[in-house]
C-alpha cells in the first residue's frame, strides 16, 4: 500500500516532534523506530525510566535525531499536566497513544473491579486527556496527526476481555470522531486495529501463541502509511479479510452520516470528510 505522505511531505505535516505514549517497546518502540527513520525527532513516555533511556539513546544513534523521555504513568490523574510541561518547548506534529495491551484474560467477575478501572483508565481516560492537549496544540498549528492504537477485539464483545474490548472500541470510535472534526485543519487522525502482535509482553505470557504473530515493525509502517488516506488502519493483509468480514459497513460514510445527524440535531456547521476503508489499496 503506497504511503500518502513519502520524505519531506511526511516530515513537513508530521515533524519536527512526534510524541508516542507507551513508547518503551513492543509497537510503540516499533513507532519511535519508524518515525525516526522518517526523519521525525521523538520524545518517548512510559513508565518504567531505563527502557526508554536505552531505546532513546538506541534511536539516536541510528537515526541521528533528537530524543526525549518522560517517565510518567499513563494512568496517573495529571498525566496530561505533566507531559503537557515536559513537551511544551516541542513543536509536536505526530501523537501516537500506544498503551493498553491486555496480557491477562479472564472472567469480568472474577477479575478486581480495579483491573478493570485500571484498563479503563489506561485505554480511556488517558487517550481523551491527551489527545485534546494534542489536538488542541495541532489545530492551532493546522497541520499534523494523531494516532490511538485500538485492536481488533474491538469488533464485537467476547468473554475474557470483556473490559479491553471495551475499552478498545471506545479507541476506534474516538479516533473515528476526531478524524471527521479535525480533517478540516488538516489534521490527520487514525484508529489502528492492531491483530496479534509479537511484543516482547505478549512473548513472555504466550510464546506458543505469538511467535507467529505480526512484526510489530510492520504495524507501525503501516500505520503511517495510511495516515490521511481514511479513518482506520487495520495492518497485515490477514487481519483486514478478518475485518472486512466483523465490519461490512463502510465506515467512511458511516461517520460522515453519523455526523450530519447529530449537526442537523443540534444545529451545527457539517462539512462531509472524504477517505478510504481501510481495505482499499490492498
Not at 526523519?39 to 531505563?50: D, M, S
Request: net charge negative; charged share 20%.
Amino acid at each position: 500500500m503506497t504511503a500518502r505522505y513519502e520524505g519531506d511531505a511526511f516530515k513537513n505535516r508530521f515533524g519536527p516532534w512526534a510524541v508516542i505514549a507507551g513508547g518503551s517497546d513492543g509497537i510503540g518502540a516499533a513507532y519511535a523506530q519508524e518515525a525516526a527513520r522518517r526523519g521525525l525527532n521523538v520524545a518517548l513516555i512510559a513508565r518504567r525510566a531505563e527502557p526508554l533511556q536505552q531505546l532513546a539513546q538506541s534511536i539516536a544513534d541510528d537515526h541521528g535525531v533528537d530524543t526525549r523521555t518522560i517517565q510518567a504513568d499513563l494512568t496517573s490523574e495529571d498525566v496530561a499536566s505533566q507531559v503537557a510541561a515536559e513537551t511544551e518547548d516541542l513543536d509536536v506534529g505526530l501523537f501516537v497513544f500506544n498503551a493498553g495491551s491486555n496480557p491477562a484474560a479472564g472472567s469480568f467477575l472474577d477479575q478486581s473491579e480495579a483491573d478493570a478501572q485500571f484498563l479503563v483508565s489506561l485505554s480511556c481516560r488517558a487517550p481523551v486527556a491527551l489527545a485534546h492537549h494534542f489536538g488542541t496544540r495541532l489545530r492551532a498549528r493546522k497541520r499534523g496527526g494523531i494516532i490511538l492504537m485500538s485492536s481488533m477485539a474491538c469488533l464485537a464483545g467476547g468473554g475474557n476481555q470483556a473490559t479491553y474490548s471495551a475499552t478498545k472500541a471506545f479507541d476506534t470510535i474516538l479516533a473515528e470522531g476526531l478524524w471527521v472534526e479535525l480533517a478540516p485543519h488538516d489534521v490527520d487522525v487514525l484508529g489502528v486495529l492492531a491483530g496479534a502482535t509479537r511484543t516482547e509482553t505478549m512473548l513472555e505470557q504466550r510464546p506458543d501463541q505469538f511467535e507467529a504473530a505480526m512484526d510489530p515493525a510492520l504495524v507501525a509502517a503501516g500505520a503511517l502509511d495510511h495516515l490521511g488516506k481514511g479513518p482506520n488502519c487495520v495492518p497485515g493483509e490477514e487481519n483486514r479479510a478478518g475485518a472486512r468480514g466483523m465490519w461490512p459497513v463502510p465506515r467512511v460514510a458511516l461517520v460522515n452520516g453519523m455526523t450530519q445527524a447529530s449537526a442537523s440535531l443540534f444545529d451545527l456547521p457539517f462539512t462531509p470528510v472524504e477517505g478510504l476503508e481501510f481495505h482499499e489499496g490492498d
